[in-house]
């Protein structure tokens, strides 16, 4: 299995981010499996920021829930990052990963994409 995230590079504060990932080699109905948004700032620790599951259920870090929307393209084999009203505090690399029937901080991620440098400036 491999995912590849795909979006701008740069966003405007105040816009929408959006990011794709695109998985090959596997399905994302596949049963037990969990597709997350790991995001990695400069110079900072890794945050998880949702995932979706395989039956297309959505779970969202807290703090990041009201700006944060999951959703996924079961014919295209993807999934999809939506994150509201940008800020530069929202400058990071950008990952999607997969984990099996569990999720962060406990899970095991197995399947990572290499990730995309996201950068919020005017």
């Known amino acids: 299995v491999q995912l590849q995230e795909s979006g701008p590079g740069l966003v405007k504060p105040s816009q929408t981010l959006s990011l794709t990932c695109t998985v090959s080699?596997?399905?994302?109905?596949?049963?037990?499996?969990?597709w997350s948004w790991i995001r990695q700032p400069p110079g900072k620790g890794l945050e998880w920021m949702g995932l979706i599951t395989f039956t297309g259920s959505m779970y969202y870090d807290p703090s990041l829930k009201s700006r944060t929307s999951i959703s996924r393209d079961t014919s295209r084999n993807q999934f999809t990052l939506q994150l509201d009203s940008v800020t530069p505090e929202d400058t990071a690399t950008y990952y999607c990963?997969?984990?099996?029937?569990?999720?962060?901080?406990?899970?095991?991620?197995?399947?990572w994409g290499q990730g995309t440098q996201v950068t919020v400036s005017s």
């Open positions: 080699g596997g399905s994302i109905t596949s049963r037990h499996y969990y």
């Open positions: 990963a997969r984990s099996y029937g569990d999720y962060w901080p406990s899970a095991l991620y197995d399947v």
